[in-house]
T-cell receptor
Framework: QQQVKQSPQSLIVQKGGISIINCAYE??????FPWYQQFPGKGPALLIAIRPDVSEKKEGRFTISFNKSAKQFSLHIMDSQPGDSATYFCAASRTSEKLVFGQGTRLTINP | NAGVTQTPKFQVLKTGQSMTLQCAQDMNHEYMSWYRQDPGMGLRLIHYSVGAGITDQGEVPNGYNVSRSTTEDFPLRLLSAAPSQTSVYFCASKRGGAYVGELFFGEGSRLTVL
C-alpha cells in the first residue's frame, strides 16, 4: 500500500519553463511534507519542506503548494535550469521517526 | 565533516551469501535508518533506530537485521541474500527526540545478488 503517490514518473521541461510535480497522500495524520532532490550516484538531499498549517512555501525558484482538504501537495520549479535535472521525491511523516517517500520523478531540463 | 559514510559502495553476492553494509555518521545524530531504492518504488524504510540499543522495523524489514551498539554506527545485515534484495541501499540520520526535520543521506551502496 503506497501511502504517498507521486506523479509523473518522468518529466521533460524546456529551459526557463515551469516544472510541476504532484503528490497525494492518504493518512490525514501526516504533519510534515518534505521534498528531496537526488543527483545520479548521490544520496537524496532535502530541498524544501512544509507543515500543513500553511498553504504555500517558497524558497528561491522552488515552491511547495499544499492543499489539506484534497490531501495533495506539489513542487513547482520556476525558470527551470539544466542543473535542476535530477530525481525528485516527495515524502510525508506523522511522527519524528518514519518518513514515507513517493515513487520519485525523473526531471530533465532541456537546454 | 564526513556526514554519513556508507561502505562498500558496490557489492556482488551470490544467492544465499550473507554480508553487512556499514553505516557511520559523525554528526552525533540519535536517529539512524536504512532505506532501499528500487525503480518505480521510491525509497522504502527497512529498519530504523532512535538511539543506541533501540531498533524497530520499517516497511520492508524481512531478510534484514540491524543492531545499534553505538550512536555513530548502524550496520545492516543480509542474512541469506536473495535476488529480490538487489537494490541501492541508503543510510540516513537526523537529530533525535521529537525533531521532525532533515534526514541526511549517505551516497548509497549498490548491491547485486546473482
Amino acid at each position: 500500500q503506497q501511502q504517498v503517490k507521486q506523479s509523473p514518473q518522468s518529466l521533460i521541461v524546456q529551459k526557463g519553463g515551469i516544472s510541476i510535480i504532484n503528490c497525494a497522500y492518504e493518512n490525514t495524520a501526516f504533519d510534515y511534507f518534505p521534498w528531496y532532490q537526488q543527483f545520479p550516484g548521490k544520496g537524496p538531499a532535502l530541498l524544501i519542506a512544509i507543515r500543513p498549517d500553511v498553504s504555500e512555501k517558497k524558497e528561491g525558484r522552488f515552491t511547495i503548494s499544499f492543499n489539506k482538504s484534497a490531501k495533495q501537495f506539489s513542487l513547482h520549479i520556476m525558470d527551470s535550469q539544466p542543473g535542476d535535472s535530477a530525481t525528485y521525491f516527495c515524502a510525508a511523516s506523522r511522527t519524528s521517526e518514519k518518513l514515507v517517500f513517493g515513487q520519485g520523478t525523473r526531471l530533465t531540463i532541456n537546454p | 565533516n564526513a556526514g554519513v559514510t556508507q561502505t562498500p559502495k558496490f557489492q556482488v553476492l551470490k544467492t544465499g551469501q550473507s554480508m553487512t553494509l556499514q553505516c557511520a555518521q559523525d554528526m552525533n545524530h540519535e536517529y539512524m535508518s536504512w532505506y532501499r531504492q528500487d525503480p518505480g518504488m521510491g525509497l522504502r524504510l527497512i529498519h530504523y533506530s532512535v538511539g543506541a540499543g533501540i531498533t524497530d522495523q520499517g516497511e520492508v524489514p524481512n531478510g534484514y537485521n540491524v543492531s545499534r551498539s553505538t550512536t555513530e554506527d548502524f550496520p545492516l545485515r543480509l542474512l541469506s541474500a536473495a535476488p529480490s534484495q538487489t537494490s541501492v541501499y541508503f543510510c540516513a540520520s537526523k537529530r533525535g527526540g521529537a525533531y521532525v526535520g532533515e534526514l541526511f543521506f549517505g551516497e548509497g551502496s549498490r548491491l547485486t545478488v546473482l
